[in-house]
């Protein structure tokens, strides 16, 4: 089993900017990546961001691309997602994520945290 606790959330004006932190323990893999996700009310679970083990390879939604920053340190088994230039639309629960499958897709993960809370004010 992993587990994954997320951290970072907050409340920021637009244009600004938050870290967020995914810290994984137990079981980890060198075959798993990292997924971001995130939920708005009434919306459907969407995908961010995801950072391969080796951090070599990155991929992002178009609405964050240029924005937001997916890093890891394995040393600390932490993942970040750096969100800069935040927007009202941000406004969500965002989840890390970690799995082997396919990495667009919430199915492609295996773990999930518990989620921490993005608002972004106007």
């Known amino acids: 089993q992993v587990q994954l606790v997320e951290s970072g959330g907050g409340l920021v004006q637009a244009g600004g900017s938050l870290r967020l932190s995914c810290a994984a323990s137990?079981?980890?893999?060198?075959?798993?990546?990292t997924g971001w996700f995130r939920q708005a009310p009434g919306k459907e679970r969407e995908f961010v961001a995801a950072?391969?083990?080796?951090?070599?390879?990155?991929y992002y939604a178009d609405s964050v691309k240029d924005r937001f920053s997916a890093s890891r340190d394995n040393a600390k088994n932490t993942v970040y997602l750096q969100m800069n230039s935040l927007k009202p639309e941000d406004t969500a629960v965002y989840y890390c994520?970690?799995?082997?499958?396919?990495?667009?897709?919430?199915?492609?993960?295996?773990?999930w945290g518990q989620g921490t809370q993005v608002t972004v004010s106007s």
């Open positions: 137990g079981r980890t893999s060198s075959t798993y990546a």
């Open positions: 950072i391969s083990w080796s951090g070599s390879s990155t």
């Open positions: 994520a970690q799995g082997s499958g396919r990495l667009l897709f919430p199915v492609g993960y295996d773990y």
